[in-house]
């Protein structure tokens, strides 16, 4: 299983950008897809994260601003980010946790992308 995060990018305050996170190989299903972020100097946070059927859970930071979502079809996951502020840079991460299957036996993963800059700046 791989994860492809791509839509990073320099944008001015009040902005937007759109993230996906594609995932590719054998997978049986995806349980749970979240976005994750780091800037420079601090700790790993969890931005926003949908499981299964139920409704996504977002950082109190980011309420109101991003939305996350998913494209089960193209084992996608999306992170739409609005009025971004600059303490919204930061290198964001994906994460996709579930099934997948290898020469007939199913197995879990839990995987992550490889991180897209986001940088917010006049």
């Known amino acids: 299983v791989q994860l492809q995060a791509y839509g990073g990018g320099l944008v001015q305050p009040g902005g937007s950008l759109r993230l996906s996170c594609a995932a590719s190989g054998s997978i049986v299903s995806i349980n749970r897809s979240g976005w994750y972020r780091q800037a420079p100097g601090k700790q790993r946070e969890q931005v926003a994260i949908?499981?299964?059927?139920?409704?996504?859970n977002y950082a109190d930071s980011v309420k109101g601003r991003f939305t996350i979502s998913r494209d089960n079809a193209k084992k996608t996951v999306y992170l739409q980010m609005n009025n971004l502020a600059p303490e919204d840079t930061a290198v964001y991460y994906c994460n996709v946790a579930g099934l997948r299957s290898s020469t007939g036996v199913f197995m879990n993963f839990d995987f992550w992308g490889q991180g897209t800059q986001v940088t917010v700046s006049s």
């Open positions: 949908i499981s299964g059927p139920g409704s996504p």
